[in-house]
């Protein structure tokens, strides 16, 4: 399939779905506080659009927040697990340790630690997305291959210039990886935090409609939801083509090689 048909199949495919669910919920009369038709959703989103944008921004801010930190804190721990034995005797341990427990257990402590508000919520997005960060840096800076760095050794290169110019271009495809998959973790741990305890978010206006039986309210917070989750991820690949463009030109000397065959 030509990339210019890969939307209109896309779109094509949700109005298939959407009218499906439409048609099935009113020809088998569901009741709405079960499971609202798409029209209904859509209507809540038009008149709870005010509401909805509020608490969207707040969940976004969530998300960016505890997202940049685990970036931040990720990348030079997978480092020096790299370069240093003991970081990687030690730390990798612990950071196993630390992701075996789940973060909905560990999230009524930073209520008690820390009260309700950004900081508990940040927290509990950074633990989510950290892991994943770690492990793309390392995979990545072990994946290079031998050849080049062979070459560096060959030219003579220092520790840290083999690092700059060997070892972290050749691990990028493998860190935005992790990147990729921690944006959309953010967003499940920003969810789960407000879940907990908050009193404002998309995860707060959902457990708000739900108690009170407003489930197209509810299912307009999801749908908000699933686009901030699709803009973030799209965001971070928009960033690998711009940084990792060394692979992106690869692989279309690649498509155009294996078109020609």
């Given at each position: 399939m030509r990339r210019a048909q890969v939307p209109v199949a896309i779109t094509l495919t949700l109005a298939a779905i959407l009218g499906a669910w439409e048609v099935a919920v009113r020809l088998l009369e569901v009741p709405i506080y079960l499971v609202p038709p798409p029209s209904a959703v859509y209507q809540a989103m038009i008149d709870s659009a005010p509401s909805l944008l509020h608490h969207a921004w707040v969940t976004l801010i969530e998300i960016v927040v505890g997202f940049l930190l685990s970036a931040v804190a990720g990348i030079p721990i997978g480092v020096l697990i790299v370069y240093s034995r003991w970081m990687e005797q030690v730390s990798y341990v612990l950071l196993v340790i630390l992701q075996s427990v789940p973060k909905v257990a560990l999230a009524p402590l930073f209520l008690v630690w820390l009260g309700f508000g950004l900081k508990t919520i940040v927290l509990v997005t950074f633990l989510i997305a950290f892991f994943p960060i770690v492990i793309a840096t390392v995979v990545g800076l072990r994946s290079v291959h031998p050849d080049m760095l062979h070459l560096a050794r060959t030219l003579k290169a220092s520790q840290l210039q083999t690092f700059w110019h060997f070892r972290m271009p050749g691990a990028m495809p493998s860190i935005f990886g992790g990147l990729k998959v921690a944006s959309t973790l953010a967003v499940v741990g920003a969810i789960v935090a407000e879940f907990v305890g908050s009193q404002e978010g998309l995860g707060?206006?959902?457990?708000?409609?739900?108690?009170?039986?407003?489930?197209?309210?509810s299912f307009a917070s999801i749908v908000v939801l699933s686009l901030i989750g699709l803009a973030f991820f799209y965001t971070i690949v928009w960033l690998e083509r711009i940084v990792v463009f060394w692979n992106r030109e690869s692989d279309q000397a690649e498509s155009s090689f294996r078109m020609q065959v």
């Amino acid at each position: 399939m030509r990339r210019a048909q890969v939307p209109v199949a896309i779109t094509l495919t949700l109005a298939a779905i959407l009218g499906a669910w439409e048609v099935a919920v009113r020809l088998l009369e569901v009741p709405i506080y079960l499971v609202p038709p798409p029209s209904a959703v859509y209507q809540a989103m038009i008149d709870s659009a005010p509401s909805l944008l509020h608490h969207a921004w707040v969940t976004l801010i969530e998300i960016v927040v505890g997202f940049l930190l685990s970036a931040v804190a990720g990348i030079p721990i997978g480092v020096l697990i790299v370069y240093s034995r003991w970081m990687e005797q030690v730390s990798y341990v612990l950071l196993v340790i630390l992701q075996s427990v789940p973060k909905v257990a560990l999230a009524p402590l930073f209520l008690v630690w820390l009260g309700f508000g950004l900081k508990t919520i940040v927290l509990v997005t950074f633990l989510i997305a950290f892991f994943p960060i770690v492990i793309a840096t390392v995979v990545g800076l072990r994946s290079v291959h031998p050849d080049m760095l062979h070459l560096a050794r060959t030219l003579k290169a220092s520790q840290l210039q083999t690092f700059w110019h060997f070892r972290m271009p050749g691990a990028m495809p493998s860190i935005f990886g992790g990147l990729k998959v921690a944006s959309t973790l953010a967003v499940v741990g920003a969810i789960v935090a407000e879940f907990v305890g908050s009193q404002e978010g998309l995860g707060y206006l959902i457990l708000s409609a739900n108690a009170n039986f407003q489930t197209p309210l509810s299912f307009a917070s999801i749908v908000v939801l699933s686009l901030i989750g699709l803009a973030f991820f799209y965001t971070i690949v928009w960033l690998e083509r711009i940084v990792v463009f060394w692979n992106r030109e690869s692989d279309q000397a690649e498509s155009s090689f294996r078109m020609q065959v």
